[in-house]
């Protein structure tokens, strides 16, 4: 059974820093591609990056390059997003996504990672 | 970017009813659309993708439609556990994938 399990809940302040995982199983991790989803409180989603764990390829999407970082360990088949410095607008609903890296869509949602950021 | 545009933002629909949701591409995806739903506090699941092909598991009653820049969910019989969000999503682009803003189906 495909499977993407997601770090637990953050509350963190302004200017801190993060890292959140999505740890992937029942499937070869190097062969597809894991994706990040955002969810603002009450929001839609809108797509942040992806990364090919076989290879670390990675692509942002405009409105996220340079806010985040998007990395994966293959030896624990787990990709990571990550903040250096947190503002209180990443208050969100961040989920990780499988996609197979065609034109096709994300077929297997995480649990999703719940990130507060308050002073 | 190719922009989704979901109507309407929210639908009221009785137990049993018909709901029909519609989504637009501001120009062609052919029919990389996806459909997905959302129940409160769960993460979106895939309901539809090419349009009109049910992913696995998904009840016959809901079923896609449309190509180019217009397209439809129909959810044929409502059961309560249908009243969600349901996000449109093109797959045109890679990897340059968008959403539509939403359609919430509430309980009449």
């Known amino acids: 059974e495909v499977q993407l399990v997601q770090s637990g809940a953050e509350v963190k302040k302004p200017g801190e820093s993060l890292k959140i995982s999505c740890k992937g199983s029942?499937?070869?991790?190097?062969?597809?591609?894991i994706g990040w989803v955002r969810q603002m409180p009450g929001k839609g989603l809108e797509w942040m990056g992806i990364i090919y764990p076989g290879d670390s390829d990675t692509r942002y999407s405009p409105s996220f390059q340079g806010q985040v970082t998007i990395s994966a360990d293959k030896s624990i088949s787990t990709a990571y997003l990550q903040w250096s410095s947190l503002k209180a607008s990443d208050t969100a609903m961040y989920y990780c996504?499988?996609?197979?890296?065609?034109?096709?869509?994300?077929?297997?949602w995480g649990q999703g990672t719940l990130v507060t950021v308050s002073s | 970017e190719i922009v989704m545009t979901q109507s309407p933002a929210t639908l009221s629909v009785s137990p049993g009813e018909r709901a029909t949701l519609s989504c637009r591409a501001s120009?062609?995806?052919?029919?990389?659309l996806a459909w997905y739903q959302q129940k409160p506090g769960q993460a979106p699941r895939l309901l539809i993708y090419g349009a009109s092909i049910r992913a696995t598991g998904i009840p016959a009653r809901f079923s896609g439609s449309g190509s180019g820049t217009e397209f439809t969910l129909t959810i044929s019989i409502l059961q309560s556990e249908d009243f969600a969000v349901y996000y449109c999503q093109q797959y045109n682009n890679w990897p340059a994938w968008t959403f539509g803003q939403g359609t919430k189906v509430e309980i009449k």
């Open positions: 029942g499937y070869s991790f190097t062969s597809y591609w």
């Open positions: 120009q062609s995806v052919s029919s990389n």
């Open positions: 996504v499988r996609h197979d890296g065609r034109q096709s869509p994300f077929d297997y």
